[in-house]
């Protein structure tokens, strides 16, 4: 619910304008909402048009992307980049390829990245992109030929102090190696313009495990911080079996968690003794098949048809890694009920509003994924300044930089959300403190866009 007259004229103007775009209207009522305090102190937001520029991407590209399969024949994708703000630094986020792309899914993602790279107090702003495009059941030279033809358009629009893209679903370090062999192909230069490369060439120690590790230290300092306890011997649900899944899972596990219970798209896996993480990783990562195939191991394991069911199973704290609003009204209602303390989020907006609501209402602690999710472009960032520099620093170094800037963020979010309400909702801390560090640098800059 909004109050203040500009913040609703703000967000008015963008649904009639969008009207069709429900992921980005979303996102943006969410920042909306918690930014009226703000904006009630500080005349100058309205006066220099601040909320109605920083909702509007500064630049959004859409292209044909054509490409031959192994048939011979000619496919026809659409691939997007939303270059939403760079008031704090080059765009920076991921590209996605899944065919639920569109361009209210990239814009909205847009939108978060800016305030999230705020959040890591690195300087980067804030962009998105991707495709359509499904690389599930396509040939290692249909991805390829997909991703030449991809960065054949997108080339002309980046670049290492313009716009850094990453990988988000859909595109890991296969997909990002294809990208920049056609980049550096086409510019004749060698430069850190993706971040998530191999190692082999110019990527960082530490880069996969970012997002997940960065989730659990942020969610470990949440859970003192706000519950007087940790991951020792909890028992924890993390939906998705991708990137943000296996190492968040991973670094809980680390910390003394046992994980009960994993996804895909297809369904989830229960294991009430543990989830053998290391046979996921060779599922998933390695032969890139179906989750179900964990039976095969452990027969006693339970496999149920539906993803959107993990939250049923009880647990003490749920990590969403998989994708937005995959954990709406009744499965909150669930977790409450069978004693949830936390939620954390890997992905970006899995929960739905109404699910948020009802973990704030009830008490869980709740981390948004535009806060708690951050650790994957912190270290994109740190995979920037190694690039920079010409050096590789070792995956401690990484790691240690990594733990210090989500602790730090963490820090921030809690202190902000202390200041604007009793300190429990982190969604008001997060938006407020990345959405203050880029409204500074647009006044500042003048009417640049
Ligand atoms: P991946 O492509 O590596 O993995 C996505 C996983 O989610 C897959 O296991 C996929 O299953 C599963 N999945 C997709 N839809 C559903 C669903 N409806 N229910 C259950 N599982 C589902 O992507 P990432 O791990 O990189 O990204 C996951 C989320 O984290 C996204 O929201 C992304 O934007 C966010 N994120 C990622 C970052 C990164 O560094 N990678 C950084 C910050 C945020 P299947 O195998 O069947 O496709």
Redesign the pocket.
């Known amino acids: 619910m909004i109050n203040n007259n500009y913040v609703k004229t703000v967000y008015k103007n963008i649904q009639a304008k969008y009207p069709y775009e429900k992921e980005f209207l979303q996102a943006v009522l969410e920042v909306l909402e918690t930014l009226e305090p703000v904006v009630e102190n500080d005349a100058q937001i309205e006066k220099l048009g601040i909320l109605e520029r920083i909702v509007e991407p500064e630049r959004m590209i859409t292209f044909r992307v054509s490409w031959v399969d192994d048939n011979g024949k000619v496919q026809v994708n659409t691939g997007y980049r939303c270059q939403f703000n760079s008031a704090i630094g080059p765009y920076k986020g ?1 590209l ?1 390829f899944h065919p639920t792309v569109n361009a209210s899914v990239i814009k909205f ?1 847009g939108f978060e990245q800016t305030f999230k790279n705020s959040l890591t107090g690195l300087s980067m702003g804030g962009g998105k992109g991707g495709s359509d495009f499904d690389p ?1 059941g396509k040939s290692d030279m249909e991805i390829m030929r997909f991703c030449q033809s991809f960065m054949t358009e997108l080339y002309r629009h980046i670049g290492q102090f313009t716009d850094v893209p990453a ?4 595109v ?1 370090k296969r997909e990002v190696g294809y990208l920049y062999g056609q980049y550096k192909r086409i510019s004749n230069e060698f430069t850190g313009v993706l971040t998530g490369k191999a190692l082999e060439f110019g990527g960082s120690l530490g880069r996969t495990e ?2 997940g590790y960065g989730l659990c230290y942020f969610t470990q300092k949440m859970l003192e911080t706000l519950k007087g306890t940790n991951f020792n011997d909890k028992k924890v649900i993390v ?7 296996i190492y968040a899972a991973q670094k809980a596990k680390e910390l003394g968690a046992k994980i009960i219970a994993m ?4 369904g989830y896996i229960y294991d009430k003794n543990g989830i053998d993480l290391q046979l996921i990783k060779n599922i ?1 990562e390695v032969k890139r098949e ?1 989750i179900k195939e964990y039976l095969k191991k452990y027969p006693n394991a339970i496999y149920v048809d539906n ?2 069911d993990i939250w049923s199973i009880p647990c003490d704290i749920a990590l969403p ?4 609003n ?1 954990l709406d009204e009744n499965s909150a209602k669930l977790l409450v009920k069978n004693g949830c303390i936390a939620v954390a989020e ?3 907006m ?1 929960s739905t509003p109404k699910a948020i609501q009802i973990f704030i209402d009830n008490d869980i602690a709740y981390a948004p ?1 535009k806060a708690s ?1 951050a650790g ?2 912190a270290v994109s960032g740190l995979e920037m300044s190694q690039n920079s520099l010409r050096l590789s620093w070792s995956f401690d170094q990484v790691d240690q930089k990594l733990k210090e800037i989500m602790e730090n963020l963490f820090d921030r979010v809690y202190k902000t959300s202390q200041k604007y309400s009793d300190g429990k909702n982190l969604v008001i801390g997060a938006n407020i403190a990345g959405f203050e560090k880029v409204c500074e640098a647009m006044k500042i800059q003048g009417i640049a866009y």
């Open positions: 991921g996605r993602l599930k990988g988000d679903i859909g890991g970012a997002t939906s998705g079996s991708g990137n943000v899944a996804s895909d798209s297809c998933k179906r993803c959107r890694c998989a994708t937005q995959e890997g992905a970006n899995p994924g999710n994957g472009v």
